[in-house]
T-cell receptor, first 112, second 114 residues
Framework: AQSVTQLGSHVSVSEGALVLLRCNYS??????LFWYVQYPNQGLQLLLK??????LVKGINGFEAEFKKSETSFHLTKPSAHMSDAAEYFC??????????FGKGTRLHILP | EPEVTQTPSHQVTQMGQEVILRCVPI?????FYWYRQILGQKVEFLVS????????KSEIFDDQFSVERPDGSNFTLKIRSTKLEDSAMYFC????????????FGSGTQLSVL
């Protein structure tokens, strides 16, 4: 069975600082990995995904994530935080078959 | 960009009442899903639907829940007799292909059971 663990339900960073949101996964088969973002009162929006190939994937709004099989991790980063990045971020895994399994989410707060 | 549309955005109901949550997936998509998110908790898979039948469902999706694609455009989730613990944000999603490669999510229906 697949699962996702997101470390830290809340993360605060200063505007302009590095954003690092941690995600570890468990999967018995090569996984598809995703990061979704949820802005207040909105639905889930795909930030980026890893399926196969290059392990460093770039997404929208300057975010990127690196698939590290040896660490079973897929951490999300952004070099310089912006106020508009404040949102809830969900890491997710799929076993290439059908459904996506989500982590509990990390709420990102941006400090002025 | 095409989008998944959900109505209503908020639904308030009394415990024991039936509710129907409506979704219009993207027109050329073939796979349809419902997820829910109880306040403060993770987004949970409920059910997937393909070729006019349920392809997978979670433990949450008991006999009180049903899904239907009554016509070529709508995808509905029905809860027959709502319980307090059914209060959550319900997300509809659709995709063109399998493998979760790109699910498009709607903006959700906030269900409050009183």
């Amino acid at each position: 069975a697949q699962s996702v663990t997101q470390l830290g339900s809340h993360v605060s960073v200063s505007e302009g600082a590095l954003v690092l949101l941690r995600c570890n996964y468990s999967s018995s088969v090569p996984p598809y990995l995703f990061w979704y973002v949820q802005y207040p009162n909105q639905g889930l929006q795909l930030l980026l995904k890893y399926t196969t190939g290059a392990t460093l994937v770039k997404g929208i709004n300057g975010f990127e994530a690196e698939f590290k099989k040896s660490e079973t991790s897929f951490h999300l980063t952004k070099p310089s935080a912006h106020m508009s990045d404040a949102a809830e971020y969900f890491c997710a895994v799929s076993d290439q078959d059908d459904k996506i399994i989500f982590g509990k989410g990390t709420r990102l707060h941006i400090l002025p | 960009e095409p989008e998944v549309t959900q109505t209503p955005s908020h639904q308030v109901t009394q415990m024991g009442q039936e509710v129907i949550l409506r979704c219009v997936p993207i027109s050329n998509h073939l796979y349809f899903y419902w997820y829910r998110q109880i306040l403060g908790q993770k987004v949970e898979f409920l059910v997937s639907f393909y070729n006019n039948e349920i392809s997978e469902k979670s433990e949450i999706f008991d006999d009180q829940f049903s899904v239907e694609r009554p016509d070529g455009s709508n995808f509905t989730l029905k809860i027959r007799s709502t319980k307090l613990e059914d209060s959550a944000m319900y997300f509809c999603a659709s995709s063109q292909g399998q493998g979760g490669e790109k699910l498009f999510f709607g903006s959700g229906t906030q269900l409050s059971v009183l």
